[in-house]
């Protein structure tokens, strides 16, 4: 229950953070990913990512594969899991693989069998985009983590 408790705390408190820093941009489309699993070693972490991007407007869907890190608390195993986010921007205006680039935000997530966490990050061509969760990640295994994140992403061109 207190672990429950936590992990919505957490995700609330990051939550609230989101709202303000996303105000006045326009949602692109969604980015899927699939994350690998893998054990945490207190300090740091880096898991493989594979995305589709998939716009709200005009043109087709772009493959990125990638590496998620994390640098802080991090300790546990987990299994693969998904994570959705919503692509933001200022402008509209962007061309294939755009999406490419590093990505940093800071992350609160917490599995104990089954859990989620949340993860808001800033980054791409010239900083252009922010990434903000919209389907929190379902993964299982045992994991706690509260660290800086970061996300590279590399347009695949399949």
Not at 5 to 33: I, W
Not at 34 to 39: A, K, L, Q, V, W
Not at 133 to 141: D, E, F, K
Request: proline letters at 3%; one cysteine or more.
């Amino acid at each position: 229950m207190i672990k429950k408790l936590g992990c919505a705390a957490a995700l609330a408190t990051t939550m609230f953070a989101v709202a303000p820093a996303s105000a006045g941009k326009l949602q692109l489309g969604t980015l899927d990913c699939t994350i690998d699993g893998g054990t945490a070693y207190i300090v740091a972490s880096n898991k493989g990512v594979s995305c589709v991007f998939r716009p709200h407007h005009h043109g087709p869907s772009e493959v990125y594969t990638g590496v998620i890190s994390k640098i802080g608390l991090d300790v546990g195993q987990t299994h693969q899991g998904q994570l959705v986010w919503a692509v933001l921007a200022a402008t509209r205006d962007r061309d294939g693989g755009d999406l490419a680039g590093s990505y940093y935000g800071l992350n609160a997530e917490a599995s104990v069998v089954t859990g989620g966490g949340a993860n808001l990050l800033v980054g791409g061509l010239d900083s252009a985009f922010m990434l903000e969760p919209l389907s929190v990640q379902a993964q299982t295994g045992v994991n706690l983590a509260v660290a800086v994140t970061s996300l590279q992403l590399i347009h695949s061109f399949k």
